[in-house]
């Protein structure tokens, strides 16, 4: 879906994409055309498709990411050999990672998931501000749901990229902790960002734009609050959406399988040993799919399980 709304300023749009890709945003102006964040590697024809049609015969100037999660970087490889002059930025925590491209500590392999490797010219700095379209935009730090992420800020108009550290409801999966690091506090430091720039209008990393952001920040912060009080909820939480980002990208697999792969994803191994030992592997895992069942997230037919909502 793309979004142009009167919300947003002149040369802003908003490839809304859902949750196997992150929105991606192109900026375009004067001094040329930017996109925040490319999608997942298995929409990168579509995200090809949206960006042709958006730019209107222009090139693509720069290519920035908020974070390096697959789903926000996943269609840089594509987009680089389209578009061979174009400049990538990235942010500096795991700059090292991408340039000998070491897909464990980029958490691709921890997470079971696809990035085809890409490179990068620069960083995008924490604490600068970068010409994007005709406006000059702030890049702030935003840790929490990735230690490394960044979100965008232009000043004039009060419009915030805030990546996944804000949704309309919510944010994303606290990664950190999933690891053993304590990260809490950094997502609510991250939310007390947000609600000191005071944006207008927010583009979140996923799902519409919106303009009722304290509703989001109170909805937010109560959901940290219920993660801080019982942890393991979270972390219950967090194996489920990395199953259904898994039947997001297959769609349909069988049972077997599906199993198979949660059992060589070395997140998942490591959220069993440190939390679940007690429950026989396939069992635990099986219990993830069957609440995805019942929310509506997943369907079981025989063998097989699909996708669904």
Same mark, same amino acid.
């Given at each position: ?7 947003? !300023? %002149?040369? @802003? ?5 859902? /949750? ?5 945003? =192109? ?7 930017? =996109?925040?964040?490319?999608? &997942?590697?298995?929409?990168? %024809?579509?995200?090809?498709?949206? =960006?042709? %049609? ?22 840089? %490889?594509?987009?680089? $050999? ?16 991408? $340039? ?7 958490? &691709?392999?921890?997470?079971? $998931? ?16 970068? $010409?994007?379209?005709?406006?000059? /935009?702030? @890049?702030?730090?935003? !840790?929490?749901?990735? !230690?490394?992420?960044?979100?965008? *800020? ?10 996944? #550290?804000? /949704?309309?409801?919510? *944010? ?11 990260? *809490? ?18 583009? !979140?990393?996923?799902?519409?734009? *919106? ?73 635990? #895992? ?6 995805? @069942? ?16």
């Amino acid at each position: 879906m793309t979004s142009q709304a009167p919300i947003l !300023p %002149a040369g @802003v749009t908003v490839f809304e994409r859902g /949750w196997l890709s992150s929105n991606n945003v =192109l900026i375009c102006g004067q001094a040329g055309c930017a =996109l925040v964040d490319s999608g &997942y590697s298995t929409h990168s %024809a579509q995200t090809l498709a949206l =960006l042709e %049609a958006g730019l209107q015969g222009r090139a693509l100037d720069l290519l920035l990411n908020t974070h390096l999660h697959s789903d926000h970087c996943g269609g840089n %490889a594509a987009l680089q $050999q389209a578009y061979p002059h174009l400049q990538t930025r990235i942010p500096p925590g795991h700059a090292a990672f991408v $340039q000998i491209w070491n897909p464990d500590a980029l958490t &691709y392999t921890p997470t079971g $998931q696809t990035c085809p490797p890409f490179r990068f010219d620069a960083v995008l700095q924490p604490g600068t501000d970068i $010409q994007l379209g005709d406006a000059l /935009w702030q @890049v702030h730090a935003a !840790p929490g749901h990735d !230690p490394h992420s960044v979100i965008l *800020f232009e000043p004039q108009s009060r419009l915030l990229i805030s990546a996944d #550290a804000l /949704w309309e409801r919510g *944010f994303g999966v606290i990664f950190p902790e999933l690891e053993g690091l304590d990260a *809490f506090d950094a997502v609510a430091d991250t939310l007390d960002l947000i609600e000191t720039l005071s944006p207008a209008v927010v583009i !979140p990393g996923h799902g519409r734009v *919106f303009t009722d952001v304290a509703p989001s920040l109170a909805f937010a912060r109560a959901r940290l609050r219920g993660f801080q009080a019982d942890p393991v909820k979270h972390i219950q939480h967090a194996a489920k959406v990395l199953l259904k980002f898994k039947l997001l990208e297959m769609q349909s697999q069988t049972l077997e399988s599906f199993l198979a792969w949660a059992q060589a994803t070395p997140y998942f191994v490591q959220i069993h040993r440190t939390h679940f030992v007690q429950t026989e592997f396939s069992q635990w #895992a099986d219990g993830l799919i069957l609440d995805l @069942v019942r929310v509506g997230a997943a369907r079981r037919e025989g063998l097989m399980v699909h996708n669904a909502g």
